[in-house]
């Protein structure tokens, strides 16, 4: 069976829910070889093997941490060369989509970024986008060359699927590229405790109606009571209340969460751009007349005052 | 000497418009009003800020797409910029991201560049792949999704405000540049500046002062193809309740019927 080579986001050895994702996707159009990268590279290999890799290939070196996103080209270019697979696929994220993006253009591949699910076709690997603010949906091909693809995260369930995930170094030659951006220095960002926004089951997001900084304690109270992470509206983050991380829309994060609580937000397109293929959406707001209003699966027309903490002390209660 | 700019600006249709595809499944331009990408504005301001910064500069700003996209162009001479570059031809109907990344380059090249700055994405295709692909094809190092820039002494440093860390970046020129809407407030166009943008130069180049063969780009020359499109289905309209006093209770309700409680 023709081998599909996955990349694989991880923070030192553990691997992020997007990668296992994809690990679903891949299996649909071949078999799954994984390529992991930098420092814990050889620990993502059990995770990866239950979930499908056939085999893990690993390289760590100090270019990867030292050098922006070339050195990671670099390798990738030398696994498509080392299996020969019938498609790469890649988490969107940033810095996934920098990567996959420089590997089409030097592998003379066509690329289909942000896909939502991906399917086997007769002509290759069939991905679902959404466009315009996900009013559209559309299904799109790479036509040249090894089809390179990044996923969204949420666009495929984690399965387990024991595979053999024979772990192999991959040896890498770094291109003249490849220590052209140096990273002086990099500091993490501070963990709320709270799941990763983009890829947050549920996303609990307030905006201009939550009013002020302070606030958000009660969208985190919410968010707390069921697991969820903090989204925020730009009109929020613009007035300073919520860190621009943490932002919901056509500039900030994209997110298609299970569960999506809009809370104060009167749905902008802008917005919306950033939300609109959650599957789940409810929201608070005072103005029933709120474009929110059009989107919702129930909403309610209220004082978020009111509505969110009666909200979470019920879930808290039913949890409890 | 003179620090070389070139900012790429993207012409893109309005969001809050009614935006469809045409029958190509390209975008359809006839019935949206287009406009200077809004994240494009961020990437023009801070080539303003570093030109300010430098002992001479000169800031090229630079487009390809269709006749309207000289708006775009419009707009960052009244903001500032010194000379616009303008690619059009109609062979460049439907080209693909890695289609529009080789013109870009070309364009920057006979342009001539020490720093390219663009936004982090458009905000219409939002793939944000452009710079990193610009970079690619330049053989230059790329300093992407900055939320700081600064250029002193030949060096561009920055601040990359990633998910799970911030970076501090650093590199030689020539370089590409992108910046994130976080890198400063985009100045409006003063009265002086708009009537300054009418006397400025713009320059149009088509494929072949680019010397780019037409079955490289376009529909036909893409990498990749949309077979299809649709409008997603509305929605089904959603219960919107009244809060009288229960409102979170029933919406707690709701979300245990969802099975999310």
């Known amino acids: 069976m023709a081998e599909v080579l996955v990349y694989v986001d991880h923070v030192d050895g553990a691997v992020r829910k997007p990668t296992l994702e994809l690990l679903t996707l891949a299996r649909r159009v071949g078999e ?11 620990e993502t290999a059990s995770v990866l093997a239950e979930h499908g890799a056939v085999k893990v290939l690993t390289a760590d070196a100090p270019e990867f941490a030292d050098y922006l996103v070339v050195p990671k080209v670099d390798a990738l270019q030398a696994a498509v060369e080392a299996v020969s697979p019938v498609a790469v696929l890649v988490p969107s994220s940033a810095e996934g989509k920098e990567i996959a993006a420089r590997l089409a253009v030097r592998i003379g591949s066509g690329i289909v970024t942000d896909a939502v699910d991906l399917e086997a076709g007769e002509q290759g690997p069939v991905a679902t986008q959404s466009a315009f603010a996900a009013s559209f949906t559309t299904k799109s091909r790479v036509t040249r060359g090894v089809p390179v693809i990044t996923v969204k995260p949420n666009s495929a369930p984690v399965e387990a699927a024991p595979a053999a995930g024979v ?48 606030n958000f304690a009660i969208i985190e109270a919410l968010a707390d009571s069921l697991g969820a992470a903090v989204g925020a509206s730009r009109a929020a983050v613009d007035a300073g209340w919520y860190p621009h991380s943490n932002q919901v829309g056509q500039t900030g994060k994209s997110v298609s969460p299970q569960l999506y609580i809009a809370s104060g937000i009167s749905g902008a397109i802008q917005h919306r751009a950033g939300m609109q293929t959650s599957k789940t959406i409810v929201a608070i707001n005072k103005d ?25 002390d019920e879930v808290n209660t039913r949890k409890g | 000497m003179s620090l070389r700019i070139v900012v790429c600006v993207k012409y893109v249709p309005d969001a809050t418009g009614d935006r469809h595809f045409a ?14 990408s809004e994240l494009d504005e961020y990437a023009v301001e801070q080539a303003l800020q570093i030109a300010d910064g430098a002992d001479d500069a000169e800031i090229t700003v630079l487009t390809v797409g269709p006749e309207d996209a000289r708006d775009a162009l419009r707009k960052a001479l009244s903001m500032g910029a010194d000379r616009a ?24 090249e006979k342009a001539g560049y020490d720093l390219v700055i663009s936004g982090m ?21 790329q300093v992407t999704l900055l939320s700081e820039v600064s250029v002193e002494g030949g060096v561009v440093r920055g601040r990359r405000d990633g998910d799970s860390a911030s970076e501090q970046l650093e590199a030689s020129l ?88």
């Open chain 1, 288 to 312: 029933a007349e709120a474009p929110i209003f059009d989107l919702v699966d129930y909403g309610v027309v209220g004082d978020l005052f009111q509505v969110v903490p009666q909200l979470t």
């Open chain 1, 32 to 42: 799954p070889v994984a390529l992991a990268l930098g420092a814990g590279a050889a």
């Open chain 2, 85 to 108: 570059v303008h690619v059009e031809d109609d062979d460049l109907h439907g080209t693909d991201v890695i289609g529009t990344s080789l013109v870009l380059a070309r364009a920057i």
């Open chain 2, 23 to 36: 029958d190509d499944l390209t975008l359809d331009r006839e019935d949206v009003d287009g406009l200077l």
């Open chain 1, 167 to 214: 772990v192999e170094t991959l040896p890498v030659g770094f291109s003249a590229q490849a220590t052209g951006t140096k990273v002086l220095s990099r500091t993490p960002r501070e963990s709320t405790g709270r799941p990763e926004l983009t890829e947050a089951a549920i996303v609990v997001s307030g905006g201009r109606g939550v009013n002020g900084a302070e």
């Open chain 2, 174 to 261: 020539p370089a590409v540049v992108s910046v994130t809407d976080q890198s400063g407030e985009a100045r409006y166009p003063s009265f002086k500046g708009i009537m300054a943008a009418k006397k400025k130069p713009v320059e149009s180049w088509d494929l072949e002062d680019l010397e780019i063969e037409a079955d490289e780009v376009g529909l036909a020359g893409a990498w990749s193809a949309v077979d299809s499109a649709a409008q997603r289905p509305a929605r089904s309209a959603g219960t919107i309740v009244k809060d009288e006093g229960e409102g979170g209770r029933q919406l707690a309700e709701f979300l245990a019927g969802q099975k999310f409680i």
């Open chain 2, 121 to 141: 994405a458009s905000t219409d295709g939002t793939m944000g792949v452009v710079p990193a692909l610009l970079a690619e094809r330049l053989g230059v190092p």
